[in-house]
């Protein structure tokens, strides 16, 4: 079971929760997420909340940001024009090796077909590219509440990671885990998610972290005969009209 994007917007553009969760999120992608001028950064499942600022800030405007039929789609950023695309979540409209940074949220957990997910990744991805994935952690409070979103779908151990990483030819780079209070909508909880995130910090647990963000690259010397969908497709890049992409 997967929320839809109006679900999902609603969560961080409306919920304190929602705000908070996307701040301490931000805060550990600041260094991992980087868009270089001229590179070309992809946003697979709901990645919206943690890419605003990297748009903003950067003098790059190569952004992308897929999402799957299943869940449906909405135009981003609000203000500008849209950068969204509704896709099959094994067969993206990209062409091979172009992506310098592939960032999942919300994607991973939900899929059904996470193999198949991930060699479309390793297609679309360049050889030097990098791989980020927002995962909850099996053992963390968030996979067992549906306070938010990530308490949907598969939860992940670092075993179950590294081992799905690496059967799709990724080799992990690091594994930081994040939010470590626990996701309550009011109360003590809540005020203090920011004080038990700085306590969690200190611990460095990833037994107690409520997600994991894992930084991957390509296993370059495992690729053979990268499977997808369809192999060796080509494509061209078009214009879509926002009003044929959103729900809303």
């Not at 943690?50 to 800030?57: Q, Y």
């Not at 990724?170 to 003590?188: C, E, H, R």
Request: proline share 4%.
């Amino acid at each position: 079971m997967r929320l839809d994007v109006i679900q999902l917007k609603e969560f961080y553009r409306g919920t304190e929760l929602g705000r908070t969760t996307k701040q301490l999120i931000n805060k550990v992608l600041e260094t991992k997420v980087d868009t270089k001028n001229g590179s070309l950064t992809i946003g697979f499942g709901f990645a919206c909340p943690f890419l605003e600022n990297k748009m903003k800030d950067s003098e790059n405007k190569n952004f992308l940001l897929l999402m799957p039929s299943e869940q449906g789609v909405i135009p981003w950023p609000e203000k500008s024009k849209s950068v969204t695309a509704l896709v099959d979540e094994v067969s993206w409209p990209i062409t091979t090796s172009t992506a310098d940074l592939i960032l999942i949220s919300h994607g991973l957990e939900v899929s059904d077909n996470q193999d198949l997910l991930l060699q479309e990744v390793l297609r679309v991805l360049k050889d030097s590219g990098k791989l980020v994935i927002i995962v909850p952690n099996r053992t963390g409070f968030w996979a067992r509440s549906e306070s938010t979103p990530f308490g949907y779908g598969k939860p992940y151990s670092i075993s179950q990671l590294t081992a799905l990483l690496q059967k799709n030819q990724f080799q992990i780079d690091s594994i930081t885990p994040s939010l470590y209070g626990f996701p309550a909508k009011k109360g003590y909880w809540l005020k203090s998610l920011l004080l038990w995130e700085k306590v969690g910090k200190k611990l460095n647990s990833f037994f107690l972290g409520g997600l994991l963000v894992v930084e991957a690259k390509k296993n370059v010397f495992a690729v053979k005969n990268v499977k997808s969908s369809k192999s060796g497709r080509i494509f061209s890049s078009v214009e879509v009209p926002v009003s044929t992409r959103s729900r809303i």
